[in-house]
């Protein structure tokens, strides 16, 4: 929010400078930054000449959104249209916060804000079919997220290789046209294969799908409303939020005034993310970060040529560990070491109990 924010502002205020002093993005960026090189200055050149018009995004924006506040009510009557008006009111402002975080991290934390969105909408309704109601808003604010954050990869990726930005949208309406078509067709080939008198998903099922458990019961506590809540969970949200804004603020005011506290203040963005993904990923780049450091005292002119080429390559070895780990799995290779975690008060009992079933003397 206090991104989106800033971004607004700046953008009202860098519009009235310009109906000043009429002069080209490119102008305006290279004397700001004098020392690029050629291939940045050409990839800049290429991106602000291939830029989509405001009034072609706006447009196709508010035509989905028309259509999906339609559509969207008659195919779930449990969902009305002023639920989906008001979702794709808020959307662009979550769709930016989840893409800005996910060109700090590469990671999106859509599915995140899908189950926040079931709970809101859930407490929202109230009433029988509230629940349904919470799940296809969560299905609806998923869609937009994944969308705007991946077509954000695509155009760095486009700014990167001299891509013309349009043609890598375009791509993506493309896939998505073409996916509105074939996953339809791919779910009713699961269907048919499917066991008579059997829903899919569920446990009985030949495909299950446990995750749909847990997004149902949020919508259940979404029902109960904000006591449902676990104890001081609002206050610490809103103790977070606050300490988010006076770190933002600090920042963006050190950094005008170009105080040296400003290195060493963290990006909040980027210090939610393990609430959302996990230690292991905020692990990994802190190691990367480390390392990345060492070898830039060490020598900054090979680190600046070849770290993206090195990092690059330990995620893919990261991916590739998937091979090993299913061919172990398969033949029953246990590990050497086990470790597992017990909640308090019962300790003796529980471990008791695990190893009986391990059949551990």
Known sequence: MFNFLTVIIASCIDIKHKRQDIDSGLS????KYPSLNYD??????VFLQNKIHLTISVGGYIASATISVVVI???FDQIKFYHVATLYIITPVIAFANTYANGLTDWSVGYTYGKFTIFVVAAWIVKPGAIVAGLVACGIMIAALHISSQATQDIKTGFMT???ERAMVIGQIVGVVIGSIVSPCIFLAFQKSEKPGVTIGSAQSHYPCPLAGLFRSIGVIGIGGVKELPKYCLTMCFAAFCITIVTDVLSLVSQGKGWRMHKYLPNMTVVALPFFAGPDFPIDMCLGTAVMYLWTKMNKRSATL???AVAAGLICGEGLFALPSVVLTTF?????MCMKFFHSGKEVDVVESFLNKLGTP
């Open 28 to 31: 305006n960026y290279m004397k």
């Open 40 to 45: 940045d200055r050409k990839r800049i050149e």
């Open 73 to 75: 009510p008659w195919l």
């Open 162 to 164: 001299l891509t013309s």
């Open 306 to 308: 070849l770290s993206s």
């Open 332 to 336: 029953s290779i246990q590990p050497p």
